[in-house]
């Protein structure tokens, strides 16, 4: 299964500034996705990170506020813009090898703010 | 009604005891289920991917699912203080690999 690396682990983030996560995976993979879990709870897809096009966004999650790039198969980043306190989560990045296998999870990053 | 119920528990249990952890769902259309384990400040591990229904077994965890009655099972033998953790249950939608969660029961192994 393919190992999934997140940086950073934890940040302390000031309202209103941007907080850009990176994903790295040790292999290619056909699909990324993007994930936040409020503390006790379950998760949430924010959206799909696409090679080579735009990311597929769920609903109630828009662009403006998670940009996201994936520039090749192993790789991509989840900025959180114009942080707020409804923002404090944690984020997860999560890839699959191809279509037939299931997902794999990083370690998540930690976002308070402050 | 949610896609896929699980209690939260905290569900508490004496080492070696056998733990049962459940899933119901409501989707006909789900044909893969999984189970993740999540423990505090990491991502969820995948624990055990199961398609049809009867059981999988790896180790000390079986995967049952019962597609008649959409009800989907993990059970833990020997449960150990390791094993207390969060437990996931989840299935992808259709074709767009979008998965389905439950909320997670919250398990913990007392010595």
């Known amino acids: 299964s393919a190992v999934i690396s997140q940086k950073p682990s934890r940040d302390i983030c000031q309202r209103g500034t941007s907080l850009t996560i990176q994903c790295q995976v040790d292999?290619?993979?056909?699909?990324m996705f993007w994930y936040r879990q409020q503390p006790g709870q379950s998760l949430t897809l924010i959206a799909t990170?696409?090679?080579?096009?735009?990311?597929?966004?769920e609903s109630g999650f828009v662009i403006d506020k998670f940009p996201i790039s994936r520039p090749n198969l192993t790789f991509s980043t989840l900025t959180v813009s114009n942080l707020s306190p409804e923002d404090s989560s944690i984020y997860l990045c999560s890839a699959m090898t191809d279509s037939n296998q299931p997902q794999h999870f990083g370690d998540g990053t930690r976002l308070s703010i402050l | 009604q949610k896609e896929v119920e699980q209690d939260p528990g905290p569900l508490s249990v004496p080492e070696g005891a056998i733990v049962s952890l459940n899933c119901t769902y409501s989707n006909s259309a789900f044909q893969y289920f999984m189970w993740y384990r999540q423990y505090s400040r990491k991502g969820p591990e995948l624990l055990m991917y199961t398609y049809s229904s009867g059981n999988k077994e790896d180790g000390r965890f079986t995967a049952q699912v019962d597609k008649s009655s959409k009800y989907i099972s993990l059970f833990i033998r020997d449960s150990q203080p390791s094993d207390s953790a969060t437990y996931l249950c989840?299935?992808?939608?259709?074709?767009?690999?979008?998965?389905?969660w439950g909320a997670g029961t919250k398990l913990i192994i007392k010595p």
């Open positions: 989840a299935s992808p939608m259709d074709s767009n690999y979008q998965l389905i």
């Open positions: 292999s290619q993979v056909t699909m």
């Open positions: 990170a696409n090679q080579g096009s735009e990311a597929t966004y």
